[in-house]
């Protein structure tokens, strides 16, 4: 079991750039893949960039490509995803998450395939 918590969300101005981190508790972590998933309000939760456990492999939303990058420190325990070049409609709540399956080769790109999961951090960006 792995417990997500994010961090580095706040308000930026359209543009500009923020960079969150995941940190996880748990020795397993290395073990599994990692998204980051947004919600706006009103709005599914979409996921906008993964990573699997040994960053063999990564997915960007066609939204996220060119200006977000997600990478991973397993010595630190830590996910980041950096954003650059912020939209307001970027403007969400934003998640970390852990797959569900250790060592999955494929990328998952569902919430339900995803099995632990922070409690989001708020990303707001002004015009």
């Known amino acids: 079991q792995v417990t997500l918590v994010e961090s580095g969300g706040g308000l930026v101005q359209a543009g500009g750039s923020l960079r969150l981190s995941c940190a996880a508790s748990g020795r397993t972590f290395s073990r599994y893949a990692m998204g980051w998933f947004r919600q706006a309000p009103g709005k599914e939760r979409v996921l906008t960039a993964a990573i699997s456990w040994n960053s063999g492999w990564l997915y960007y939303a066609e939204s996220a490509k060119g200006r977000f990058t997600i990478t991973r420190d397993n010595a630190k325990n830590t996910v980041y995803l950096q954003m650059n070049s912020l939209k307001p409609e970027d403007t969400a709540v934003y998640y970390c998450?852990?797959?569900?399956?250790?060592?999955?080769?494929?990328?998952?790109?569902?919430?339900?395939?995803?099995?632990?999961w922070g409690q989001g951090t708020q990303v707001t960006v002004s015009s």
């Open positions: 998450a852990a797959d569900a399956v250790a060592f999955s080769p494929a990328p998952a790109g569902r919430a339900s395939e995803y099995g632990v």
